[in-house]
């Protein structure tokens, strides 16, 4: 695994994020191999874990190509090296079912 893996897991786990999975996309569906989705239980915390993120990349050297989304938005996609992170609050999650459009690819889940 990684160093932006394991470093995403890590910060998602201790910052309270819920429903933590891990996608495994190495047959090619998309650009990135790896996929993180979380769920944060509101808007700030979803904008806490985006800056706990950002500051631990930066801070060990891993490039982030793209930040997409809001806190408000209720989604935030964050493009790092070989890896995408998916951050919702619940309802956007529920809404977006890719819990179940991936389920197949699943590998590890974590999380509270």
Do not use: C
Not at 67 to 96: A, C, K, M
Request: charged content about 20%; glycine content about 6%; overall charge negative.
């Amino acid at each position: 695994m990684d160093l932006a893996i394991k470093q995403t897991l890590t910060i998602l786990d201790d910052k309270k994020a819920t429903a933590i999975d891990r996608y495994d996309f190495s047959d090619g569906m998309f650009i990135h191999p790896n996929v993180i989705v979380a769920t944060a239980s509101n808007p700030r915390l979803l904008d806490a874990l985006v800056g706990y993120l950002l500051e631990t990349y930066e801070l060990s050297g891993i490039p982030v190509h793209h930040v997409e989304g809001t806190p408000d938005s209720g989604w935030i996609l964050l493009d790092v090296n070989t890896l995408v992170v998916h951050l919702f609050i619940p309802e956007v999650r529920q809404y977006y079912g890719v819990d179940s459009l991936w389920a197949d690819k699943r590998v590890e889940s974590h999380g509270h």
